[in-house]
C-alpha cells in the first residue's frame, strides 16, 4: 500500500475529514468511517491526476469536489467523491471555465464557485467567476461587472 507521500495531489481538511486525492482517504470524525481508519477509494471515473490540488477542491458536507489543477498542464475538468458509497461522478465540462489552476473555490451551501487563476505559463491571468451546481451537473458564468 502506497504511504501518504506517494500519492499524489495535497491533503485537503474540510468539515472533519481529512482527503487525499488519488486512492487514499483517513476520516478522523466522520459518520462514514468512525475508525478514523485509512480507506483505499475507488478509482473508478476518478479525475486524473492533479497536483497543488489544495485550492481546487472542497467539501460539501456530503460530497468532494476536485475541479482544475495541474497535470502537464491546466485543467478544466473534474468530479464529485461521495465517501459514503466510495464513488466518483464526473463533472461536466460544458460551460466550465477555461482550464486552470492557481483558483480559488468556495461553497455556497448549493454551489461551488471558482474564481480567478492562471494558464500555467503564468502569461494569462484569469478575472472571471464560474458557478457550479451539482445537483444539475452544470456551469453558468457569473459576470464580474
Not at 94 to 111: C, I, L
Request: glycine content about 12%.
Amino acid at each position: 500500500m502506497k504511504t501518504p507521500t506517494q500519492v499524489f495531489g495535497q491533503k485537503l481538511t474540510r468539515t472533519f475529514c481529512h482527503f487525499l486525492l488519488g486512492g487514499i482517504l483517513v476520516a478522523s470524525v466522520s459518520e462514514a468511517f468512525p475508525s478514523g481508519a485509512w480507506q483505499a477509494l475507488s478509482n473508478v471515473s476518478a479525475p486524473s491526476a492533479r497536483a497543488y490540488s489544495i485550492n481546487e477542491a472542497l467539501w460539501t458536507g456530503s460530497e468532494v469536489i476536485v475541479w482544475g489543477g495541474w497535470n502537464g498542464g491546466p485543467l478544466n475538468d473534474g468530479a464529485r467523491f461521495n465517501p459514503i458509497n466510495n464513488t466518483w461522478t464526473a463533472m461536466t465540462t460544458t460551460s466550465a471555465p477555461p482550464a486552470r489552476g492557481s483558483h480559488t473555490v468556495v461553497w455556497t451551501g448549493s454551489e461551488m464557485i471558482a474564481w480567478g487563476g492562471q494558464n500555467g505559463s503564468w502569461t494569462q491571468f484569469f478575472n472571471d467567476v464560474g458557478r457550479y451546481n451539482p445537483t444539475g451537473n452544470t456551469w453558468a458564468p457569473i459576470s464580474t461587472a
